[in-house]
């Protein structure tokens, strides 16, 4: 079994920063892609930024050059620094792995519970 436990969400104004971490914990032989996703009220789960084991990362557009992802992959960790915050950035935020369990050679996916960001104007 694996836990992903997000931490870092709360309230901030517009043009503040917050700094989201997960990690991860359990089973685990290695970890793929790491990453981040968020839901706004009344919208669908959206990829905000991911990261690759060997540092590839992938961005939204509407982020780009606001939110950095980085990796700790010795403490299965990932981070999102998000600056310059707006409104339209107020969502819950999911940690997203891809991991490979101890003894298996399959890859599976798994989720944090969720950590709210609220950007107020």
């Known amino acids: 079994q694996v836990q992903l436990v997000e931490s870092g969400g709360g309230l901030v104004q517009v043009g503040e920063s917050l700094r989201l971490s997960c990690a991860a914990s359990g089973n685990i032989r290695s970890i793929n892609t790491m990453g981040w996703y968020r839901q706004a009220p009344g919208t669908e789960r959206v990829m905000v930024a991911i990261?690759?084991?060997?540092?590839?990362?992938n961005y939204t557009d509407s982020v780009r050059g606001r939110f950095t992802i980085s990796r700790d992959n010795a403490k299965n960790t990932v981070y999102l620094q998000m600056n310059t915050l707006r409104p339209e950035d107020t969502a819950v935020y999911y940690c997203?792995?891809?991991?490979?369990?101890?003894?298996?050679?399959?890859?599976?996916?798994?989720w944090g519970q969720g950590t709210l960001v609220t950007v107020s104007s």
């Open positions: 997203y792995a891809n991991f490979r369990p101890a003894g298996s050679t399959r890859y599976l996916e798994d």
């Open positions: 990261m690759t084991e060997s540092g590839s990362t």
